[in-house]
């Protein structure tokens, strides 16, 4: 998977505007980031619960590894870009997405 593919993938989403903070685009719904891509564009993370992380990892230990410290603790997941396919990505970017979005739009998708 490239980052231009992950950005139209997480920009599909209901309501979800591209944005950046500490030098690197981050993608919100409702105000709050749900997904981002790294500084050097070879990964991205999304925000999931720590059940879902532990979901991910294990079906996909290739493509999905927690972020260190607090933030992988409670659930920020790394995605190896290289190792990913949409198949993949989308549950977790969605279900990122929903963990994020107001209970009115995540309802909808």
């Given at each position: 998977?490239?980052?231009?593919?992950?950005?139209?993938?997480?920009?599909?989403?209901?309501?979800?505007?591209?944005?950046?903070?500490?030098?690197?685009?981050?993608?919100?719904?409702?105000?709050k980031?749900?997904?981002?891509?790294?500084?050097?564009?070879?990964?991205?993370?999304?925000?999931?619960?720590?059940?879902?992380?532990?979901?991910?990892?294990?079906?996909?230990?290739?493509?999905?590894?927690?972020?260190?410290?607090?933030?992988g603790?409670?659930?920020?997941?790394?995605?190896?870009?290289?190792?990913?396919?949409k198949?993949?990505?989308?549950?977790a970017?969605?279900?990122?997405?929903?963990?994020?979005?107001?209970?009115?739009?995540?309802?909808?998708?």
């Open positions: 998977m490239t980052p231009a593919t992950f950005r139209r993938l997480a920009l599909t989403l209901p309501d979800t505007i591209e944005s950046a903070h500490m030098g690197h685009p981050d993608f919100r719904v409702g105000g980031i749900f997904g981002t891509l790294g500084t050097d564009e070879t990964w991205a993370m999304v925000k999931l619960t720590p059940q879902q992380q532990a979901a991910f990892l294990q079906a996909h230990p290739k493509v999905f590894e927690p972020l260190n410290g607090a933030w603790r409670r659930g920020c997941t790394r995605i190896i870009l290289k190792a990913a396919t198949t993949i990505l989308t549950p970017l969605v279900a990122a997405w929903r963990n994020t979005a107001p209970d009115s739009l995540a309802d909808d998708l």
